[in-house]
């Protein structure tokens, strides 16, 4: 059987009277690229909060390679492995590009305060072995002649890219993309799609992404969950998915008998 490395069972949150997602299951193997669908007010934002630790389920569990990560902050989740990107972008903004990178890989460094202040020769090792790899990270997303560019001064497609090799930077398991593509053009968002599949299989690495470009998430994603008000409607492969009259309706709408 295939390993499972992101679980969710029965998961629901409620705010108040309002239930935004209402007893959720779904599966993410490892090495995955999977989608998470659904029209505006689904519930998929919210789905991540709770994956992620931002949100702590009114009911349910989220497993992480098998350990539930009930009671964890988003900190302590994303050393353990799992990582995400926001809708609304989140970097420091008047940091360089090449900080905002070093910054998220410093959650591995091993060396303590003392090496630090002293800049002994493990300081020195790791911090050179973290810039190393941040370039090599900016490299594969073409960025790295902006590395010493502040952060703000990126068009908005690039502050998108830079999100996600930020979060690559952490060394994640699995890694969320929440709407990774907004705000894209065409050649943009097919040379992300390009690059997200690229990624997946150099680092190893399993993708869960929100996704609003049909176009993309049916491109690339090998199974997608779709949700409508909080509730999985239906789960499968892209063909599966485009077919499913009960998604079709919730794209489209139902006519009312006349």
Not at 45 to 70: D, H, I, Q
Not at 82 to 98: A, C, E, G, H, P
Not at 197 to 213: G, M, P, S, W, Y
């Amino acid at each position: 059987m295939p390993d499972v490395i992101l679980e969710a069972r029965k998961i629901t949150m409620q705010f108040g009277g309002l239930k935004a997602v209402d007893s959720l299951e779904f599966k993410i193997e490892k090495g995955q690229l999977a989608g998470l669908i659904g029209p505006n007010g689904a519930g998929k934002t919210t789905v991540f909060n709770m994956l992620t630790g931002v949100y702590a389920p009114t009911s349910g569990e989220v497993l992480l390679c098998g350990k539930s990560l009930a009671g964890l902050k988003p900190f302590e989740i994303s050393h353990l492995g799992m990582t995400r990107t926001f809708q609304n972008i989140r970097l420091f903004k008047d940091l360089t590009v090449l900080d905002n990178v070093l910054i998220a890989g410093h959650q591995h460094m091993k060396y303590g305060i003392f090496d630090a202040l002293v800049q002994t020769k493990k300081f020195v090792t790791a911090e050179q072995g973290l810039m190393d790899k941040a370039m090599d990270l900016l490299k594969i997303f073409k960025m790295d002649d902006k590395a010493h560019k502040a952060a703000c001064s990126l068009p908005y497609g690039e502050q998108r890219k830079l999100e996600i090799v930020r979060a690559l930077a952490t060394d994640p398991k699995i890694i969320l993309l929440d709407e990774p593509a907004a705000g894209m053009n065409h050649s943009e968002t097919h040379h992300l799609m390009e690059t997200i599949a690229k990624i997946r299989q150099q680092f190893n690495l399993t993708v869960l992404l929100i996704e609003h470009d049909m176009k993309l998430v049916m491109g690339i994603c090998e199974n997608i969950v779709v949700l409508d008000h909080g509730v999985k409607i239906e789960e499968g492969h892209p063909g599966k998915v485009q077919t499913s009259q009960r998604v079709i309706e919730a794209y489209l709408g139902v006519e009312e008998p006349g």
